[in-house]
């Protein structure tokens, strides 16, 4: 694979490696202005650095994981659970149709969450492979600051920077969907 720095929009090769820039999590420009000291207005030039939207815009996309689910989910099986135990005890009380059929519902609910929560990982389990595509992708690109560009080093493919274009195209390259 032949690395190509130079940014394929204005033939800049200064630059920067997309991965160095987020994880840094700043960019630095060039600002200028007027500041009014004794009596006289003087204009200044000065190096400006942000905690910025640029890391933002240049994100990789987060690994999808189903831990969430997976908790939320197995809290309400116990639960279920423990509820239908509850009302299995009720059995010999009067109220036998209810106690049976508060039994049914909970563990009804409990296996039906079970599913979910299977559903969820396997949903996981095939977008991982598509979201290690997406990152050997991400980590092929380059900044140009210059032309406010972002390229593939190999492909030499190129975009506009902002989060949108970067999600559209790694979606493209991977199949990954962000959302
Ligand atoms: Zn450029």
């Known amino acids: 694979m032949a690395i190509n720095i130079e940014c394929p929009v204005c033939g800049n090769t200064s630059g920067k490696k997309v991965s ?9 420009g060039t600002g200028s202005g ?3 000291v004794n009596d006289e207005w003087h204009n200044v030039t000065t190096n400006v650095n942000t905690k910025t939207s640029l890391a933002v815009d240049l994100s990789p996309p987060p690994e999808p994981n189903s831990a969430v689910l997976s908790c939320i989910g197995t809290i309400g099986i116990i639960f279920s659970a423990l509820t ?13 149709g209810f106690a049976i059929g508060m039994m049914l519902f909970c563990w009804g609910l409990g296996a039906v969450l079970a599913l979910l929560i299977r559903v969820g ?6 977008q991982l492979p598509l ?5 050997e992708c991400w980590d092929q690109l380059y ?3 210059q032309s406010d560009t972002v390229f593939n080093s190999v492909t030499n493919e190129h975009f506009p920077r902002s989060r949108w274009a970067m999600e559209n195209y790694l979606e493209s390259k991977s199949g990954f969907k962000l959302k």
Do not use: H, P, Q
């Open 20 to 28: 160095a820039i987020v994880a840094a999590g700043t960019s630095s």
């Open 143 to 145: 900044y140009c600051d």
């Open 34 to 36: 007027s500041v009014y």
């Open 131 to 135: 979201w290690e595509r997406a990152m």
């Open 84 to 96: 239908g135990i509850v009302s299995f005890m009720f059995l010999n009380s009067e109220d036998t």
């Open 121 to 126: 990982n396997a949903k996981v389990g095939k």
